[in-house]
């Protein structure tokens, strides 16, 4: 781990068993479920780990076709939403077809998947050909305007998703059993 990557919080934050199942399936989707979308690049998925203060972890799940997903480290979940908001696909796809410009020449692709120990988020890029690895500094004033454009579009998908979920608490949708249904 790189100095600058050196864990603020002091320790690891705990996750529990179904967190990292779910997670390990969004960041092993098989690029196949995606082909019919990717028409200009090889990248079809997004996965970004982000702590959030020093006990919980979440992990936004995007894919080229719209889809996004929350997963939390307690366990808990937000899915579904790009079924019924069009908002969620939009910034979605949108972000997914973005990421191909964050794969820079020479990146090695990762064979590691481990969270974040740090106040860095971890965004996994999937591709046809494997997997890319960023950690990105969000509290730092991000010089590199890439860089800086690829977190406000993984926050915009997590400004839709939060408004998603605030229309079904709203409307009385279980998420869950909507997602069942869809």
């Known amino acids: 781990m790189a100095d600058k990557e050196k864990n603020p919080f002091g320790r690891r934050i705990p996750v529990s068993r179904p967190f990292l199942t779910t997670r390990l399936s969004a960041l092993r989707v098989p690029a196949s ?3 019919q979308y990717m028409t200009e690049s090889t ?50 796809r949108l972000f ?18 481990e969270l974040p120990a740090t106040s860095y988020h971890y965004a996994y890029i999937l591709t046809t050909g494997g997997i890319y690895r960023l950690a990105l500094d ?19 998908v997590m400004g839709e998703l939060r408004a998603a979920q605030m229309k079904d608490e709203a409307a009385g949708i279980d998420p869950k059993a909507a997602a069942k249904r869809g």
């Open 33 to 35: 479920h995606f082909t």
């Open 138 to 156: 969000h509290s730092a004033a991000n010089k590199d305007p890439q860089e800086r454009t690829f977190m406000s579009l993984y926050q915009r």
């Open 96 to 113: 997914v077809n973005f990421a191909p410009k964050m794969i820079a020449e020479g990146m090695a692709k990762t064979d590691s998947l």
């Open 43 to 92: 990248v079809y998925g997004v996965v970004v780990d982000m702590p959030m203060g020093g006990n919980v972890i979440t992990t936004l799940a995007c894919y080229i076709n719209g889809a996004a997903n929350l997963y939390f480290s307690n366990g808990g979940d937000y899915s579904g939403a790009a079924q019924r908001y069009p908002g969620v696909v939009q910034a979605t």
